[in-house]
DNA sequence: CAATCATGTAATCATTGATTACATTCATTG
DNA sequence: CAATGAATGTAATCAATGATTACATGATTG
């Protein structure tokens, strides 16, 4: 019991001996495919029929995994999602002081940093035009998941009495304006007209974080050391 | 001497008398028709083609005056980012009070009213992937100049004595990021997920710049009455 | 082994951005 | 005032793309 069932495990590349006309896990191949597409070449680059080209089938095969791009997309996005968010799990997990307001600072740099290294990728996830984000569970509750990591965080902060308001949904709601909208400035191409060099994107983002976070807490000289 | 060029001014509706061939204003009749293709239909309802449509002439009529889509898209930025300062231009105006951070606060929110008002053309202003911004004086200009602005109530409130960090260019680019990512937000449909509903948006837009410029400021009680 | 269902292909459409050769009108000038 | 050349518009055509339909192939299972 409990086998996991076998769908001739992906690896068509290697031993090339199965017939070669069924493709074996082109869903998965699909995205993949899309995601170095966008990686690439950015997000016009990616179409239905360059991912087909690159799984090497036809044009309307993946029209049988998706029933339009859409929807493609939207797995797309539910895999990007998905190395987004282990990302900021982990930045979170190697923060070993427990101060919230320093768990919400590394939250917000580990978001931007996937962001700055995954422009398209985050594009996907973000523009809501291309994927039908209501319609994936996955993705609601990933982004519900990292909403509620924030929330406990705030949560902790606002019982320290560190918070300088007490609305802290609104504070969550701020937090999130700010950090998308660095990151949307980073992939639309705006720091070119902020005198912000490529080089120092990433320090610049650090400092307006810390300046954004900084404004939040009651303020005190400094914790002293 | 400097009289103006007449170009028969544009008025082809009307009269109708004129030999129709000839268009008489297509260059800034196809930006027009853009700009309302976008306001009804979102983003991917602007094409070429469809413009040309409405504007009544063939498909090819626009390359005469557009050497390829992007190149119109940009002048239909033009046009939108004028709207755009022109709104906050006027909003600065009408701001009786010249505490500067009340100026600050004034300039975002008519940026995020007009950007509520007006999600697509916004979007077109600004995502530098469908318009050549830095080929683009006028671009460049006005948003230049908003910047100024912005950068000249800064200096005043730091004069006075107002801000909690000195730094002031990251605070403006905070500024812009917090305001940028509020509406970039809006238009790519993720309020929904913040429980905001859609008749709250402007009143939560308004609380969370709040939120924001009291944290730049020093903490003092409270503006005396 | 045969039936059936999942998965892939071929052929085809409509839409769009773009180009080229040709047509018409306007404006300048002899 | 007509002729001529520059602007401006059209027709025809291409290649790329999303999408659909009819058909082919192969895997699963009774």
Same mark, same amino acid.
């Given at each position: 019991? *409990?086998?996991?069932?076998p769908?001739?495990?992906?690896?068509?590349e290697?031993?090339?001996?199965?017939?070669?006309?069924?493709?074996?896990?082109?869903r998965?191949?699909?995205?993949?495919?899309?995601?170095?597409?966008?990686?690439?070449?950015?997000?016009?680059a990616?179409?239905?029929?360059?991912?087909?080209?690159?799984?090497?089938?036809?044009?309307?095969?993946?029209?049988? $995994?998706f029933?339009?791009?859409?929807?493609?997309?939207?797995?797309v996005?539910?895999?990007?999602?998905?190395?987004?968010?282990a990302?900021?799990?982990?930045?979170?997990a190697?923060?070993a002081d427990?101060?919230?307001?320093?768990?919400?600072?590394a939250?917000?740099?580990?978001?931007?940093?996937?962001?700055?290294?995954?422009?398209? $990728?985050?594009?996907?996830?973000?523009?809501?035009?291309?994927?039908?984000?209501?319609? *994936?569970?996955?993705?609601?509750?990933?982004?519900?998941?990292?909403?509620?990591?924030?929330?406990?965080?705030?949560?902790?902060a606002?019982?320290?009495g560190?918070?300088?308001?007490?609305?802290? $949904?609104?504070?969550?709601?701020?937090?999130?304006a700010?950090?998308?909208?660095l990151?949307?400035m980073?992939?639309?191409?705006?720091?070119? *007209?902020?005198q912000?060099?490529?080089?120092?994107?990433?320090?610049?983002?650090?400092k307006?974080?810390?300046?954004?976070?900084?404004?939040?807490?009651?303020?005190?000289?400094?914790?002293?050391?």
């Open positions: 019991m *409990s086998i996991v069932k769908t001739r495990t992906g690896d068509r290697a031993g090339e001996g199965s017939s070669a006309y069924h493709h074996g896990n082109l998965e191949e699909l995205v993949e495919q899309a995601l170095k597409l966008a990686e690439e070449g950015g997000l016009s990616v179409s239905v029929r360059a991912a087909a080209r690159l799984a090497g089938v036809s044009p309307a095969a993946p029209f049988r $995994h029933p339009d791009k859409m929807t493609l997309m939207t797995a996005a539910e895999e990007a999602m998905r190395r987004f968010r990302e900021i799990v982990l930045a979170l190697q923060e427990d101060d919230p307001m320093l768990r919400i600072r939250i917000g740099r580990a978001y931007l940093d996937w962001a700055r290294r995954n422009p398209t $990728h985050f594009e996907i996830i973000s523009s809501r035009r291309s994927i039908d984000f209501d319609g *994936s569970p996955s993705l609601g509750q990933e982004n519900a998941e990292i909403q509620a990591q924030i929330e406990a965080l705030l949560l902790e606002a019982q320290r560190l918070l300088r308001s007490n609305d802290r $949904h609104l504070i969550q709601i701020a937090a999130r700010l950090v998308y909208g990151a949307r980073l992939v639309d191409g705006h720091f070119p *007209s902020w912000v060099a490529d080089a120092d994107i990433e320090g610049t983002m650090a307006v974080l810390d300046l954004f976070v900084d404004g939040l807490v009651k303020e005190r000289p400094r914790p002293e050391p």
